[in-house]
């Protein structure tokens, strides 16, 4: 990760001397086509500033974890799951999810979506959704339409 006072955009929301990252490791959890960058780091302020995109028809992983955090969308469209409720979203959109609650981001399938996400920079391992979960998530048949596991 880059170190330097200003990384500027290199277009197409790529920053330089800053990684672009696999989003986890593939086969540790489902999701389809997103990638990370790290784009702050500080030790001092102990929160992370990360950019995930997804590619068209991508989707992050449906997961919870002990640690919230906040996400700006930057380019795109698509919808996100938080809780029991998926709402549409839209650049400049800003989403809150608490602490153990489940989410999970997708992109429309003409076009990528991207966020930045602040995050506690030492976080718990996030929480997969057990069958108990599940069906408990797909009672609210918009929810079940929405989940990719």
């Not at 992050?60 to 698509?78: D, S």
């Not at 549409?88 to 153990?100: E, G, K, M, Q, S």
């Not at 930045?116 to 057990?130: F, H, I």
């Amino acid at each position: 990760m880059a170190t330097g006072p200003h990384r500027p955009q290199t277009g197409d929301l790529r920053w330089r001397e800053v990684d672009v990252l696999e989003y986890k490791a593939e086969g540790s959890a489902p999701f389809r086509a997103v990638t990370r960058q790290v784009l702050f780091d500080d030790p001092a302020l102990a929160c992370q500033l990360r950019y995930f995109e997804m590619a068209p028809g991508g989707h992050t992983t449906l997961e919870r974890h002990v640690h919230a955090h906040a996400v700006v969308i930057q380019r795109g469209a698509g919808a996100c799951l938080i809780g029991d409720t998926v709402y549409r979203v839209a650049p400049f959109d800003l989403v809150h999810i608490p602490a153990l609650t489940w989410h999970q981001f997708k992109a429309d399938p003409a076009e990528p979506l991207g966020f930045l996400c602040m995050v506690n920079a030492e976080r718990d391992r996030p929480q997969l959704p057990g069958p108990q979960d599940l069906a408990r998530l797909r009672d609210r048949p918009e929810v079940a339409a929405f989940i990719a596991v």
